[in-house]
């Protein structure tokens, strides 16, 4: 398996793959929000980075390095949000959008981590889309509507 | 105990603010000790600030007590984000099995 894991569509963002399984939650409420899951013999990290609370969220992937566990599993719950912020904005990764009761819709692979604000910006354009399609009805077919304005 | 919401976005399966269900892949809802402000448990629950300045934020209080009395099981599930947090669930029934009823009584415990 390539460093850039292969999202499941439909699938749960925090059990993305058929086969994954959760090692770590280090953040939850409701479901997992931060944490690790193990793939074909890897391990990687996951994190919602907006819409923690809401139907509409947006989920970061990459794969895991030999002394991230002990690292994550070290942290206090204030040391948290940099951590996982300098591992979006410096290593190459997946990048989805997760809508409640469809799971995941729409991923972007960004080999580029500086352009995680731009590729977020093109995927809530086609989020967008998604929704007109499928059937805006069952949700609210507008994202800042439905309280999802992206990473800050 | 403390629930967190988004007043801007319903959760609840009647149109109320709170979620009052678990997600179907789920066991159990998230609450978090203690009595706190919206401002405070929206901290807790998003990692890069809030999206609207806590305008949309909410909070409801409910004892331990009122929950374990209307059946459900809580649970201190601590996270290195929120120490407090706590999972309330009715044991190994998932989000497809709450009928509205439980919901109804999930409700009742909060103020």
Known sequence: ?152 | MTQYGNSEVPAGRDGGVFRDAPRSHEQALSTIVGQLAPDEACELVRQWGCPDEHVHCVTRWATVGALRRRGFLVEHSPTIRIPGHTNVSRGDLGGDDWPPDVSEAFNSCFD
Do not use: K
């Not at chain 1, 409420?29 to 819409?51: M, Q």
């Not at chain 1, 991230?68 to 996982?84: C, I, K, N, T, W």
């Open chain 1, 1 to 152: 398996m390539s460093d850039l894991i292969e999202l499941g569509l439909g699938r749960v963002p925090w059990e993305p793959t058929s086969g994954a399984q959760l090692v770590d939650v280090f953040h939850r409420y409701d479901r997992p929000l931060i944490g690790v899951f193990a793939a074909d013999d890897s391990r990687f990290f996951f994190a919602c980075v907006a819409g923690e609370a809401e139907p509409l969220s947006a989920w970061w992937y990459c794969q895991l390095r030999d002394d991230d566990l002990d690292r994550l599993r070290g942290l206090d719950g204030s040391e948290l949000p940099a951590v996982v912020g300098e591992m979006v904005e410096t290593r190459p990764g997946v990048l989805a959008l997760a809508m409640e009761g469809e799971g995941i819709v729409i991923t972007q692979q960004v080999d580029n981590p500086g352009l995680v604000g731009e590729l977020f910006g093109a995927m809530s354009e086609r989020f967008q889309i998604y929704l007109r399609n499928v059937d805006a009805a069952r949700g609210s077919g507008d994202l800042v509507a439905a309280g999802f304005r992206g990473p800050r």
